[in-house]
């Protein structure tokens, strides 16, 4: 294990860590780094400065424009840093160096949006029926915001909460999760770059029992950003009820593929490999259900047997490794145990199911020929490398599957027909549907999910206004004294 030992960011200091656990790399099983365990006092420290912050002349009175500017600053800076973040990321979660470095390199491209939306989301002006008085519709900060965020893909899924959130006035205590969090951590340098006030972004990491509990159900805390599984989700719902805050949910999926004879079979195939072992599989909108029509299924699965067998796997730090290990020992382990179930069950396995020789939490890219919807690993997230294949022999079978789904985050069409491809998009029951193609984002766009996929949208225009609260000003205009005042106006 090497001397690293990071801090939380509080109040625009680096705390000394009243208490510390190892982080483990992934990639050889072994503590590399040693990460400060934030308390339910230090979780106390970081919101009341976050509501000092919030309350102080200094962000309080500062301009939507000069807000605007310190968010494109940390883009740049973000942008900037990119390849020594994606180094961290790598090192502290498995996944692979020319994953992180792209996707990180993105993530600027998340605060520059905002800040350049952080002057244009505006109020209204309310013709009312009442001749003598002149009503606005202000949009004001929400306040205190406790935004929680898993380890993958941790540098996006905190954009898309501190981007709008800092863009529309708000502060925040950012809880990085306790499996791979020095990233975040990192990042905090930046913010502090930047030039944020003190107390306007503070950033912890901790476990759930103490750090997460608290924060979640603080009561200076006005609203919760989350993004995780849906039975942490649950315990933060039951910890908003104690301080009422607006929450909003961004939960797993069981993403569906639909893959028809008519489409572009070496197009769909590589976006499926993609979808379902970029990342190691773990994404929330990995998509790790194949529907294919019955009549290309041999074809098809041929294709990706091949495809996933070539499949280069290795040291994350390598940029030539196509695909890393599982993050946590845990998370291998619910795998292996869904996969020997399935099987057990029916289950045909096409190829995979096994650990490549090694230290290393590494689980081969696995394909499975289902056969039937209700065995384990078409019901259950994996969030791994796992790809379970149905066929189907129309068009309404293929939309019956891909909705047979408590979850209802994204999925894929593949097709050359426009009109099947309008009608899929249509009624399936996913918050993002990608036709031809897979895995794009963008800032522009909303992103988010239906059922146990969570609730609201992260991403796009609109997410400012969930981050602000309306208040109405009502003016007399009238010179005229205020008549009898048992009359309601």
């Known amino acids: 294990m090497t001397d690293a030992l990071f801090r939380n960011f509080i109040d625009g200091r680096f705390d000394e860590p009243s208490a510390i656990f190892d982080s483990v790399d992934p990639s050889?099983?072994?503590?590399?780094?040693?990460?400060?365990?934030?308390?339910?006092?230090?979780?106390?420290?970081?919101?009341?400065?976050?509501?000092?912050?919030?309350?102080?002349?200094?962000?309080?009175?500062?301009?939507?424009?000069?807000?605007?500017?310190?968010?494109?600053?940390?883009?740049?800076?973000?942008?900037?840093?990119?390849?020594?973040?994606?180094?961290?990321?790598?090192?502290?979660?498995?996944?692979?160096?020319?994953?992180?470095?792209?996707?990180?390199?993105?993530?600027?491209?998340?605060?520059?949006?905002?800040?350049?939306?952080?002057?244009?989301?505006?109020?209204?002006?309310?013709?009312?029926?009442?001749?003598?008085?002149?009503?606005?519709?202000?949009?004001?900060?929400?306040?205190?915001?406790?935004?929680?965020?898993?380890?993958?893909?941790?540098?996006?899924?905190?954009?898309?909460?501190?981007?709008?959130?800092?863009?529309?006035?708000?502060?925040?205590?950012?809880?990085?999760?306790?499996?791979?969090?020095?990233?975040?951590?990192?990042?905090?340098?930046?913010?502090?770059?930047?030039?944020?006030?003190?107390?306007?972004?503070?950033?912890?990491?901790?476990?759930?029992?103490?750090?997460?509990?608290?924060?979640?159900?603080?009561?200076?805390?006005?609203?919760?950003a989350f993004t995780g599984g849906p039975s942490t989700a649950r315990a933060v719902v039951r910890n908003t009820a104690e301080n009422l805050a607006y929450t909003t949910l961004e939960l797993g999926g069981k993403s569906p593929v639909v893959v028809f004879a008519d489409a572009d079979l070496d197009s769909a195939a590589n976006a499926v490999v993609a979808g379902i072992f970029a990342a190691t599989g773990q994404s929330c909108v990995a998509g790790s259900r194949l529907l294919v029509e019955r009549s290309v299924k041999d074809e098809f699965l041929a294709r990706l047997k091949r495809k996933a067998e070539a499949i280069r796997i290795g040291d994350p730090q390598d940029p030539a490794t196509e695909m890393g290990p599982l993050a946590t020992l845990r998370q291998r382990d619910w795998i292996e145990k869904v996969v020997a179930e399935s099987l057990t069950a029916g289950g045909m396995l096409v190829t995979g199911g096994t650990r490549p020789v090694g230290s290393g939490f590494y689980y081969a890219p696995t394909i499975i020929d289902a056969g039937s919807a209700d065995l384990p690993c078409v019901r259950e997230e994996l969030f791994g490398p796992v790809l379970s294949v149905l066929g189907f022999d129309s068009e309404a079978q293929a939309l019956a599957l891909a909705n047979d789904t408590p979850f209802g985050l994204a999925s894929g069409v593949f097709t050359s027909n426009l009109g099947k491809a309008h009608r899929m998009a249509r009624d399936i029951h996913a918050g993002v549907v990608w036709v031809n193609t897979y895995r794009a984002v963008s800032p522009l766009v909303p992103f988010g999910g239906y059922g146990l996929s969570g609730l609201g949208r992260e991403g796009g225009l609109d997410a400012i206004r969930d981050y602000t609260r309306s208040k109405s000003v009502w003016i007399k205009t009238s010179d005229e004294p205020i008549p009898d005042p048992f009359v309601m106006r």
């Open 28 to 224: 050889a099983g072994t503590a590399w780094a040693r990460m400060p365990a934030a308390s339910e006092a230090d979780v106390d420290r970081a919101v009341e400065a976050a509501h000092r912050a919030l309350r102080s002349d200094l962000w309080r009175r500062m301009t939507a424009t000069a807000r605007g500017k310190l968010l494109v600053k940390l883009g740049d800076l973000v942008a900037a840093n990119a390849g020594r973040l994606a180094e961290l990321e790598t090192r502290d979660t498995g996944k692979i160096i020319r994953e992180t470095r792209a996707q990180i390199a993105y993530v600027g491209d998340y605060y520059r949006y905002y800040g350049g939306l952080a002057d244009k989301h505006e109020g209204t002006h309310v013709p009312v029926d009442k001749a003598d008085l002149d009503v606005t519709i202000r949009r004001e900060p929400i306040g205190v915001v406790a935004a929680v965020v898993p380890w993958n893909s941790q540098l996006f899924l905190s954009a898309v909460k501190l981007g709008p959130a800092l863009a529309a006035g708000c502060t925040i205590v950012l809880k990085a999760s306790e499996d791979g969090p020095a990233p975040l951590l990192a990042f905090a340098e930046l913010v502090h770059e930047a030039g944020f006030p003190a107390g306007v972004v503070n950033i912890l990491t901790g476990f759930g029992h103490d750090c997460g509990r608290r924060l979640t159900s603080h009561p200076l805390v006005s609203r919760v």
